[in-house]
């Protein structure tokens, strides 16, 4: 049996189907999911990823929130979540190419900016 795979629509607000049925996501959950789209086939440091999902305020613990939303945004693709994570790896203890001291998500890096 075949593992169904996400389909992202970018154009307007960001649709997600597994199978044809839609996927429920929040606001931050899509946000990141955009980011990680527009950066597709490279690596996005989290730190990137915090400045792009909270710009000028981010969380306190916001390594942590990145990876939580990771996970939740897994769950929610659910078998489709497992192979996705080709799309979306965390490489725990590993410097990020672009940052040098956190893990990363893989996505393609923006130098300047979050789109």
Known sequence: MLTPRPRFRLLGPLDV???GQAVV???RQRALCAVLLLHANHVVSVD???QCLWDDRPPGAGAARVRAL???VRRALGPAGTE???NCTWWPGRASPR???RPAATGRPSP???G
């Open 99 to 101: 940052r040098g001291s």
């Open 25 to 27: 996501l929040t606001g």
């Open 17 to 19: 189907e597994v199978d």
């Open 112 to 114: 300047n900016s979050c």
């Open 48 to 50: 990137r990823l915090i």
């Open 84 to 86: 996705a994570s080709a």
């Open 70 to 72: 990771v996970a939740e």
